[in-house]
T-cell receptor, first 115, second 112 residues
Framework: GENVEQHPSTLSVQEGDSAVIKCTYS??????FPWYKQELGKGPQLIID?????GEKKDQRIAVTLNKTAKHFSLHITETQPEDSAVYFC??????????????FGQGTRLTINP | DAGVIQSPRHEVTEMGQEVTLRCKPI?????LFWYRQTMMRGLELLIY????????DSGMPEDRFSAKMPNASFSTLKIQPSEPRDSAVYFC??????????FGPGTRLTVL
């Protein structure tokens, strides 16, 4: 089955700097890669995703890159702000022929933005 | 849309009692997922449904756990009898055919 590894487990950056979180996956058939942000006391929130037919996607200060050959994908946050502090999860999905969609999550990265 | 709705938001119960968690998925979504989150084990998928049919319950820890989805707009996760080690945050999520999963706010369960 699919296995997703996420690094680093904790990350601390100065406000205004960039943050990068990396994930690797094992199943070459996986074709959808979302990123979730979880703030304290809340459920994970989908912030950006990428499908296997593109290599990069950007939404304002957030971008995700995908390298299918190497089976890794990364989240990039530029011009970080204190409200970016949260736990971030990557995930990979292999859609099956029945249409059921099972995400496999990474272990999470606790990002702290220092003012 | 109100998003995924879960109830209760917090539940405190004593060991041995039955606990029922409830979820209302986003209207039009055809898949529903139950997750458990703890500090030690992270985010674990317990069971998921597609078109109200259970597809994979391999994540359900024991026979004490059961889940139902009687219709497209409602699901329950039941623990009977509950134990202290069941204490965790339980999330429900739903998705459409594109696979984008949206999570509810979670139920924080404490078993004393």
């Amino acid at each position: 089955g699919e296995n997703v590894e996420q690094h680093p487990s904790t990350l601390s950056v100065q406000e205004g700097d960039s943050a990068v979180i990396k994930c690797t996956y094992s199943d070459s058939a996986s074709n959808y890669f979302p990123w979730y942000k979880q703030e304290l006391g809340k459920g994970p929130q989908l912030i950006i995703d990428i499908r296997s037919n593109v290599g990069e996607k950007k939404d304002q200060r957030i971008a995700v890159t995908l390298n299918k050959t190497a089976k890794h994908f990364s989240l990039h946050i530029t011009e970080t702000q204190p409200e970016d502090s949260a736990v971030y999860f990557c995930a990979a999905l292999r859609g099956d022929i029945q249409g059921a969609q099972k995400l496999v999550f990474g272990q999470g990265t606790r990002l702290t933005i220092n003012p | 849309d109100a998003g995924v709705i879960q109830s209760p938001r917090h539940e405190v119960t004593e060991m041995g009692q039955e606990v029922t968690l409830r979820c209302k998925p986003i209207s039009g979504h055809n898949s529903l997922f139950w997750y458990r989150q703890t500090m030690m084990r992270g985010l674990e998928l317990l069971i998921y449904f597609n078109n109200n049919v259970p597809i994979d319950d391999s994540g359900m820890p024991e026979d004490r756990f059961s889940a139902k989805m009687p219709n497209a707009s409602f699901s329950t996760l039941k623990i009977q009898p509950s134990e202290p080690r069941d204490s965790a945050v339980y999330f429900c999520a739903s998705s459409d055919k594109r696979g984008e999963q949206f999570f509810g706010p979670g139920t924080r369960l404490t078993v004393l």
